[in-house]
């Protein structure tokens, strides 16, 4: 069965085409008028100029608008690059403060360690903490300093405010030193103003205990702690920390270092004094002798000698 066609289609096309050949003719004069070089023609586009133009203010609104929101969303775009170099100069500085809190921490404890006065005998060298492998079971630190500094075991280190232990382990670079804290450390300590000898005995707690103290009666939390010096250990004199009453109401010492930010030790070089041989090597003071007496008649005949 044939199909008819729709009547829109059949009125559709020529009208379409009718337009076209309208809107090419009113183009062509368009250019006709454009290209005539002549005085009328000439008044004739300025007249069609101002007559035509101002009304076809409508037509570019969607233009101006079109050309805002172009610049509109280059604006947009050049903020938001901005933003995200801000953003990463931002985490540059955050990382910046950072690095300048830590060096600032890190001068401080060295002017803190410059600022102790310790005996003049003493000569020391200062390490880096380069590892913390503290444990429920074992107390000790790493540091970047060894043979080559000329480092010997059992040396004491401080951190500029107490005693913090002793090195146990000597390597070419490295060295590692027991903390007071730890349960294989023992040091002869001296309570003061008391002067009570005593045993300060690591136990991997915050505050050891003091043991084999002769009269814990002249005692009294708060108390000055430094080492005695006995058996040659350490030097005496290092502060250690101060007495105090643990919970178990046993005397223990809470310690002057700051074992919670260690980053540098000084390692204290103790010179074990000259031992003295043999009894020549001593200069003994010989006892004053008493006059001997003298008679009465040795008296009076020097006397009369003197007379003559």
């Not at 775009?77 to 990463?88: A, P």
């Not at 074992?138 to 300093?145: D, E, F, G, P």
């Not at 223990?252 to 010179?271: G, I, K, N």
């Not at 008296?299 to 003197?306: F, L, P, V």
Request: negative net charge.
């Amino acid at each position: 069965m044939a199909r008819k066609p729709n009547q829109t289609e059949e009125y559709g096309r020529p009208l379409r085409r009718l337009f076209v050949g309208l809107l090419m003719l009113c183009l062509f004069l368009v250019f006709l008028v454009w290209r005539i070089d002549s005085p009328r023609v000439e008044r004739f586009r300025a007249n069609l100029i101002d007559t035509v133009v101002p009304s076809f203010d409508w037509a570019l609104v969607p233009v101006t608008k079109l050309v805002g929101m172009v610049e509109d969303f280059q604006s947009y775009q050049r903020i938001y690059e901005q933003n995200q170099e801000l953003r990463r100069e931002l985490q540059q500085m955050k990382a910046w403060k950072e690095a300048a809190l830590q060096l600032e921490q890190e001068n401080a404890q060295l002017l803190n360690l410059n600022n102790v006065r310790l005996d003049a005998q003493l000569s020391y060298v200062t390490g880096v903490v380069l590892a913390d492998s503290g444990s429920p079971f074992r107390q000790s630190v790493l540091l970047n300093i060894g043979t080559r500094d000329g480092l010997v075991d059992g040396w004491a280190t401080t951190d500029g405010l107490g005693l913090a232990g002793r090195i146990a382990g000597v390597g070419k670079s490295t060295s590692r030193v027991i903390l007071l804290t730890d349960s294989n450390s023992r040091i002869p300590i001296t309570v003061q103003p008391s002067g009570q000898d005593a045993l300060l005995v690591g136990d991997n707690s915050a505050v050891p205990p003091i043991e084999f103290l002769e009269s814990p009666e002249k005692v009294r939390p708060g108390d000055r702690v430094v080492s005695s010096g006995d058996g040659g250990v350490f030097p005496a004199g290092l502060l250690v920390g101060h007495v105090a009453l643990g919970t178990d109401r046993r005397l223990r010492v809470r310690l002057a270092a700051d074992y919670e930010r260690l980053q540098f030790l000084r390692v204290l070089r103790s010179h074990p004094g000259e031992m003295v041989e043999g009894e020549g090597s001593l200069i003994v003071a010989s006892p004053a002798v008493p006059p001997e007496p003298v008679d009465a008649e040795d008296a009076a005949s020097a006397d009369g000698g003197q007379g003559e």
